[in-house]
């Protein structure tokens, strides 16, 4: 394993050479003694800078958590460590999960390593980035609007989001908690099953954590898609480059071509996702950000008294995206507002719910794009934040709705860059979106 | 606040003090510009006749989830401490609070 590189790609912000020495020569000392080291015995993984991890540092990205060190670990980084794996370091990210290209980091971006004048996608950009550049086999990402499956789509590798509630919260710093799950980045979905079957099941510790207990998902990956109905669903494609859903078409054929059932479907509701999901979100967001007041932890501006030092922290310390958000976010909630900005997104939310549940009468998955587009262009987007939310167009139905979203590589565009093929399934059907994903992945163009 | 015209420049200025942020006359004007453009795309929502939907908080049924009332260890008190600004007698400390406006 081998960082060398990483001046070129900034996928780390922090990496954790002398612990992971240290977690290796554990696992080393359970083999000799005969002990289980865990199915994940001595791979390296690297962790999004928003999952905390007990006495190293965890920014979000964020100046306002500059030399934060967490008092706990996150529930995903002690399943990692049960499992044996070794955490590498901690990944570059857009400041508090809010973004589409690593840009919005405090700390520079990330460069996408198939073309480093490239965004890697965002906001999970450094773990995505980390895995595509052979630093790392795995990593974890969280994903809020499709900040784990569209930097996945944009850097050529796998990137998972479960249904929400099936990997415990616990530790991730929030952003949006109805939205917010933590899921795979790998290099094959066998790899990113085997991570997410690690990583899920009930967590006392999370209050929103499904009591289901998360059945294994690996051993059935390449049980194939003999008559799978897949809906190809027109509205996850159409918005999209032409060459992006030139790929989204060839991925049906393979999965007809395997058995699979292919069905054009259109469900119209997810085009209102976009709108609702930025009201919804950033009203979370300006109420789980309200907390970094430089009182407890992080940084601190001093003032005269209390309620200016925090005005005076929070002004220095979040970055023009955060608080766009915030401001965003606090007028949709506001008195006079707050029916036809947030309550009406939440109706909103309700209906692509239901609409999701009408497609699933008549398929089993859905099939469309991850990303519109190809990486763009450091720079290209970020003075426009209308242009970089319409890159989530694809990713947010899943997040309103909860359910289980995964994208594989598949093809370039016409610039030779990667795009991601997305499955979407049911709520806790991750076995089944693995298993369409594996066969998606067969007949990828190599 | 002001309706008729979308968000106003007062409207930033009085969410910006809500959430504790202090903005500079450019930035209010750039954030007004920029947060308009996203309500104008957000319009399409607050348009459409969904009064027959109930809104969803969550995209789970959730029940409160509650644990026999036993103590239990929290987290360590130094090491919380040990991350916070300022310390004194065991507590966060902060200047003064009151003369704060409404």
Same mark, same amino acid.
């Given at each position: 394993m081998t960082t060398a590189g990483d001046a070129d790609v900034h996928a780390f912000l922090l990496l954790l050479r002398d612990e992971a020495l240290a977690q290796a020569d554990a696992v080393d000392a359970a083999v000799a003694q005969g002990r289980d080291p865990g199915p994940l015995a001595g791979v390296p993984v690297a962790l999004k800078d928003n999952l905390c991890t007990r006495g190293v540092p965890t920014t979000c990205g964020s100046k306002i958590l500059d030399g934060w060190h967490p008092p706990y670990d996150a529930t995903?980084?002690?399943?990692?460590?049960?499992?044996?794996?070794? +955490? !590498?370091?901690?990944?570059?990210?857009?400041?508090?999960?809010?973004?589409? &290209? *690593?840009?919005?980091? $405090?700390?520079? =971006?990330?460069?996408?390593?198939?073309?480093?004048?490239?965004?890697?996608?965002?906001?999970?950009?450094?773990?995505?980035?980390?895995?595509?550049?052979?630093?790392?086999?795995?990593?974890?990402?969280?994903?809020?609007?499709?900040?784990?499956?569209?930097?996945?789509?944009?850097?050529?590798?796998?990137?998972?989001?479960?249904?929400?509630?099936?990997?415990?919260?616990?530790?991730?710093?929030?952003?949006?908690?109805?939205?917010?799950?933590?899921?795979?980045?790998?290099?094959?979905?066998?790899?990113? +099953? !085997?991570?997410?079957?690690?990583?899920?099941?009930?967590?006392?510790?999370? &209050? *929103?954590?499904?009591? $289901?207990?998360? =059945?294994?998902?690996?051993?059935n990956v390449g049980d194939g898609v003999e008559g799978v109905r897949v809906g190809l669903c027109a509205d996850l494609i159409e918005g999209c480059a032409p060459d992006v859903a030139a790929q989204v078409y060839a991925a049906a054929e393979a999965l007809a071509a395997a058995g699979a059932k292919i069905d054009e479907i259109r469900v119209p509701e997810f085009a209102y996702g976009l709108s609702a999901y930025y009201l919804i979100a950033p009203a979370e967001a300006s109420s789980n950000l309200a907390r970094y007041d430089g009182v407890r932890y992080g940084l601190r501006v001093d003032a005269d008294d209390a309620a200016a030092m925090n005005t005076a922290t929070r002004t220095a310390g979040f970055g023009a995206e955060v608080k766009r958000r915030i401001m965003l976010g606090t007028y949709a909630l506001s008195a006079g507002y707050y029916d036809a900005y947030y309550a009406q997104a939440q109706r909103v939310r309700t209906m692509v719910?239901?609409?999701?549940?009408?497609?699933?009468?008549?398929?089993?998955?859905?099939?469309?794009?991850?990303?519109?587009?190809?990486?763009?262009?450091?720079?290209?987007?970020?003075?426009?934040?209308?242009?970089?939310?319409?890159?989530?167009?694809?990713?947010?139905?899943?997040?309103?709705?909860?359910?289980?979203?995964?994208?594989?590589?598949?093809?370039?565009?016409?610039?030779?860059?990667?795009?991601?093929?997305?499955?979407?399934?049911?709520?806790?059907?991750?076995?089944?979106?693995?298993?369409?994903?594996?066969?998606?992945?067969?007949?990828?163009?190599? | 606040m002001s309706d008729s015209d979308g968000l106003t420049r007062d409207d930033v200025i009085h969410v910006a003090k809500l959430a504790r942020l202090a903005l500079s006359d450019?930035?209010?004007?750039?954030?007004?510009?920029?947060?308009?453009?996203?309500?104008?795309?957000?319009?399409?929502?607050?348009?459409?006749?969904?009064?027959?939907?109930?809104?969803?908080?969550?995209?789970?049924?959730?029940?409160?989830?509650?644990?026999?009332?036993e103590p239990r260890p929290s987290l360590d008190r130094a090491e919380v401490l040990a991350a916070a600004p300022s310390v004194e007698d065991n507590r966060f400390r902060v200047p003064r609070i009151g003369g704060e406006g409404p």
């Open positions: 995903v980084v002690e399943q990692l460590r049960a499992a044996g794996a070794i +955490a !590498l370091g901690k990944t570059n990210m857009d400041e508090f999960a809010m973004g589409s &290209s *690593t840009e919005n980091s $405090a700390f520079g =971006p990330t460069r996408n390593p198939r073309d480093t004048d490239r965004v890697p996608g965002g906001s999970s950009g450094g773990s995505a980035a980390a895995v595509a550049a052979g630093f790392t086999p795995i990593s974890l990402g969280s994903d809020t609007g499709g900040s784990i499956r569209q930097p996945a789509a944009l850097c050529g590798v796998v990137g998972m989001k479960p249904t929400y509630g099936r990997v415990s919260r616990y530790g991730l710093v929030a952003f949006a908690s109805s939205l917010d799950q933590i899921g795979p980045f790998a290099t094959t979905v066998d790899d990113a +099953a !085997l991570l997410f079957d690690v990583l899920a099941g009930h967590d006392p510790l999370d &209050s *929103t954590s499904l009591q $289901a207990p998360s =059945p294994s998902t690996a051993p719910m239901q609409a999701f549940d009408r497609a699933y009468l008549s398929v089993d998955v859905l099939l469309g794009a991850t990303a519109p587009t190809t990486a763009f262009a450091l720079g290209a987007k970020i003075d426009d934040p209308m242009a970089m939310y319409m890159n989530d167009v694809c990713t947010i139905p899943s997040n309103l709705s909860g359910h289980p979203a995964i994208s594989v590589p598949f093809g370039v565009g016409t610039d030779g860059l990667p795009v991601g093929i997305q499955v979407l399934a049911p709520a806790l059907e991750e076995a089944l979106l693995f298993r369409v994903a594996a066969a998606v992945e067969a007949a990828a163009p190599k | 450019d930035e209010v004007d750039t954030f007004t510009a920029q947060l308009r453009t996203i309500l104008d795309h957000a319009a399409d929502v607050a348009a459409l006749d969904l009064a027959h939907l109930e809104p969803s908080s969550r995209p789970i049924p959730i029940e409160n989830v509650l644990r026999p009332d």
